[in-house]
């Protein structure tokens, strides 16, 4: 195999996929020499079974707002990959959703799943619909009338979507609902659910835990402790929130968020107090983070992201592609040390490749925010046993097998020179478990 071959055939085949095309390249690049010490696999040709989905659902939602008007979405599944297990994978409602960014999501995502250690395939759906400043009933009808197409794709054995971007425990309430009661059945289809309704304790907070968890092996790997750094968080939602909390009770400081207007800095730092305020703010008032600024009278920037700030760590916690080259040339240049990305493909591949020569810890995406899924693979066993797990035993296996992710990412990307290449640990270590399955299971 030819990474760069195979990368050119796929746009050839997808000309109008660009982050499909920037995910699969990076995948490919960095498992090229392992993927070629196994002549077997290129006579199946399991390259192109691997990036290519099993399949795509792409269909119109039709809804009311509440103003009386017709409203259209498209709306989409991505299946990618079930050689280790049922699909699994988030939904994205945001106006930018479109099959590019569910292809990158879904290929990344039966990587990252392979990695957890548990038994999930991979998956991604999502809409073009965007919550924001949509009323709750507008949410709930556009939410039924996705479900009334996607029910009959998913299934506790078959496909468990869960929240992405746009999609938190509102959202996942309501399609669940929907989805009951279209298949008669109850079941641990979706999770992210609520308490009362077979969700997991631990399961909102635990991207965000799972990202500070990794990031705290990453910097063991050199001595260092994450007490007392300061830490630049991008975004302010689930991730970002959950990543706060942590990075406070291990004895971090963050200084900034954002959203999509722009970001803050609080050079005092982000308090325990200040960060319940940002949970009121968003998940309940639904409003921007500039009125943070607002309140406790601190630096807001529209329209830019934190980067340029000094501060130790970088944790970005929002979207694909927001840390590009000049925002990584900026971050070493203030001495950053560790990057561990909490949302999905938020480094550019110029950036990432700042951060490589510049020697300083960087973890990808689908290595560091594997602990959400990883959770939700949890809330499938509660649900098939039908019981509940504590807090405890649930975030002591969080931490477990973020520490197992840590350890197999060392184990496939440690270098000549002792240094540890997370993007070929992380790479290597998902593809080769999805690689010998599909193997073993024949041509399909
Ligand atoms: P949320 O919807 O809760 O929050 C997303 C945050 O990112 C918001 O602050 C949002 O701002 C901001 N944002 C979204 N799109 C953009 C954009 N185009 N430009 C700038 N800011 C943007 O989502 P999550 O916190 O769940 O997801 C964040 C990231 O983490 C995503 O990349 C997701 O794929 C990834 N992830 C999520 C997991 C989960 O369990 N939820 C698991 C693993 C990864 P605004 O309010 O203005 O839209
Ligand atoms: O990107 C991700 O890993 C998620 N959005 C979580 C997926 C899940 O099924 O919990």
């Keep these: 195999m030819n990474a760069q071959n195979v990368v050119e055939s796929l746009k050839k085949r997808f000309p109008n996929e660009p982050e499909y095309i920037q995910a699969v390249s990076v995948v490919l690049n960095s498992i090229e020499e392992e993927y070629n010490k196994h002549p077997e696999f290129e006579k199946a040709n399991l390259i192109e079974r691997l990036c290519i989905p099993d399949r795509i659902f792409t269909f119109r939602v039709s809804w009311v707002d509440d103003k009386g008007n017709v409203q259209t979405n498209m709306a989409y599944r991505v299946q990618h990959n079930m050689a280790i297990g049922p699909y699994k994978g988030g939904i994205r409602f945001h106006s930018s959703v479109n099959p590019s960014i569910l292809?990158?999501?879904?290929?990344?995502?039966?990587?990252?799943?392979s990695l957890t250690t548990l038994p999930m395939g991979g998956a991604k759906g999502g809409s073009d619909f965007s919550p924001r400043g949509k009323s709750n009933n507008e949410v709930m009808r556009f939410c039924q009338a996705y479900l009334l197409?996607?029910?009959?794709h998913i299934g506790p054995d078959t496909d468990v979507p869960a929240g992405d971007i746009g999609v938190g425990g509102r959202e996942v309430g309501y399609m669940f609902g929907m989805y009951r009661k279209l298949a008669h059945d109850f079941t641990g289809t979706f999770t992210g659910k609520g308490l009362e309704f077979g969700g997991s304790l631990i399961r909102p907070e635990a991207t965000g835990y799972g990202n500070v968890y990794f990031l705290t092996s990453m910097l063991a790997t050199r001595n260092i402790e994450l007490k007392g750094k300061k830490v630049l968080v991008s975004g302010s939602g689930n991730v970002a929130q959950y990543t706060c909390e942590k990075l406070l009770q291990l004895g971090a400081t963050p200084l900034t968020l954002s959203d999509s207007?722009?970001?803050?800095y609080d050079p005092d730092g982000i308090t325990r107090e200040k960060l319940d305020y940002v949970m009121e703010l968003k998940n309940v008032q639904r409003g921007r983070i500039k009125e943070y600024a607002e309140k406790y009278g601190c630096k807001y920037v529209e329209g830019a992201r934190?980067?340029?700030e000094k501060a130790d760590i970088a944790l970005p916690s929002a979207t694909q592609n927001e840390i590009n080259a000049d925002d990584a040339k900026k971050l070493v240049a203030n001495g950053v040390i560790a990057v561990s990305e909490g949302a999905n493909m938020p480094c550019t591949p110029e950036a990432i490749k700042i951060f490589q020569d510049a020697k300083i810890l960087y973890a990808p995406g689908k290595a560091a925010n594997a602990g959400g899924v990883a959770t939700s693979g949890l809330e499938m066993s509660q649900n098939s046993e039908r019981l509940s797990w504590t807090r405890?035993?649930?975030?002591?296996?969080l931490k477990g097998i973020m520490a197992d992710i840590h350890a197999n990412c060392v184990k496939y990307g440690k270098e000549a020179d002792g240094t540890i290449n997370y993007v070929k640990g992380a790479n290597v270590a998902g593809f080769m478990k999805v690689a010998k399955a599909m193997m073993?299971?024949?041509?399909?």
């Design 103 to 113: 292809k990158f999501l879904a290929f990344e995502q039966t990587f990252k799943n």
């Design 149 to 152: 197409e996607l029910w009959r």
């Design 261 to 264: 207007n722009g970001y803050i």
């Design 306 to 308: 934190p980067w340029g």
């Design 392 to 397: 405890e035993e649930v975030d002591a296996k």
């Design 440 to 444: 073993a299971q024949g041509i399909i």
